[in-house]
């Protein structure tokens, strides 16, 4: 006799996190024509039910990888918990105000940025992705690849 309810792997309506951050990864090398790619980097399971990802910057033309951000979280997706530079911290706290993104410091340079929800998540990829320390670091892989 089955007991699993019949709603089980029915309206799955959450992406999951690493799927976002694929598509964006596959966005960046469209947006550059591939002269600067993104991989998102799985580091396995980093504690009891949770992932994490490093989001890289790739310049294949000479192989080099600039770990942008890391994410980890767990099976139910939310909160996510960012580790970013303190550069693009400050540019999270000063755009996401209006947001309850509670950030605890791990050192001196890094912070904790987190996502409560899909679009909190969405909202922080927005603000990595658009500061100008990204912009610069892009621009910087696009020069060395193309010199």
């Known amino acids: 006799m089955d007991m699993w309810p019949e709603s089980i792997g ?3 309506a ?3 996190p690493s799927a976002i951050l694929k598509e964006q990864a596959a966005l960046l090398g469209n947006k550059t ?3 600067v790619t993104a991989e998102v980097k799985n580091r396995g399971e980093s504690g ?3 992932f994490s990802y490093n989001f890289n ?3 294949p033309a000479y192989g080099y990888r600039y770990k942008l951000f890391q994410v980890w979280y767990g099976l139910e997706y939310y909160p996510i918990h960012f580790t970013v530079e303190e550069e693009i911290e400050k540019v999270l706290s000063e755009h996401l105000s209006a947001l309850p993104i509670p950030t605890q410091p791990a050192h001196r340079e890094v912070k904790h940025p987190v996502a409560k929800s899909e679009e909190e998540f969405l909202e922080i990829l927005g603000k990595i992705f658009s500061a100008e320390k990204t912009i610069r670091i892009i621009n910087a892989l696009i020069a060395e690849s193309e010199a």
């Open 57 to 59: 910057l790739v310049a």
């Open 48 to 50: 009891l039910g949770s």
């Open 14 to 16: 959450l992406k999951p």
């Open 10 to 12: 029915q309206n799955i």
């Open 33 to 35: 024509k591939n002269i």
